[in-house]
């Protein structure tokens, strides 16, 4: 049974799709970024990108710490993601509404990773790979704390802002409390993507 895989195998496995993973969500990143309409959603997206990018480096420091290749293996679960999210943003949605759409988006692949780097920790912990458990929990930190950001953007005004608009729509008689900018104009990803088409 010597070709047996081994749970060395499968946390190699995983990390190689961890790595994969980040490397899409640096081109992700700055799409969703742009998309932004609200400039504290932009600004978060543009902050993850530069912590995914020290992700995949403190990958590269567990693969050398294993004596390992560093290499990537294709990740379907984040491509999946992405691409729902890509077909999101092609949708001629209000901005606020794209905003909330982002933010929906970004915590799936946020969610995604955290049971990922969350195995990767267990995984290591229980190899005894303590310095690789270490570098993997930082970044398991990482997308926890993005995660919540991504929360408190959408609770703080984000999603309110969606349902004003939402319920203006729906009856246009009545006066709008709040200015609500964001109900006549078309989200900055609709914008480009009809730019593209002409
Ligand atoms: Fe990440």
């Not at 992700?55 to 379907?76: A, N, S, T, W």
């Not at 794209?98 to 969610?111: K, S």
């Not at 990773?113 to 570098?135: Q, S």
Request: charged letters at 35%; proline letters at 3%.
């Amino acid at each position: 049974m010597a070709d047996t895989g081994t749970l060395h195998d499968a946390f190699l496995d995983e990390l190689r799709d961890a790595y994969d993973a980040e490397k899409q969500l640096t081109k992700a990143l700055p799409r969703m970024a742009k998309a932004a309409s609200s400039p504290d959603l932009r600004k978060a997206f543009e902050v993850h990108l530069e912590e995914t990018r020290g992700q995949i480096e403190r990958l590269e420091r567990v693969f050398e710490g294993l004596d390992e290749k560093v290499r990537g293996k294709h990740c379907d679960g984040i491509a999946g993601i992405i691409d729902e999210g890509k077909s999101v943003m092609e949708e001629d949605f209000d901005a606020a509404t794209m905003d909330a759409c982002l933010i929906a988006g970004g915590q799936r692949a946020e969610h995604y990773e955290m049971a990922a780097y969350g195995t990767l920790v267990a995984w290591a912990r229980a190899m005894g790979h303590a310095d690789a458990a270490d570098l993997l929990q930082e970044t398991l930190d990482e997308e926890k704390a993005a995660d919540a950001k991504l929360s408190s953007l959408a609770e703080d005004g984000i999603n309110q802002e969606a349902a004003q608009t939402a319920s203006a729509e729906e009856d246009p008689e009545e006066p709008i409390t709040t200015p609500v900018s964001a109900r006549t104009k078309t989200s900055r990803a609709a914008a480009a993507v009809k730019a593209a088409r002409r």
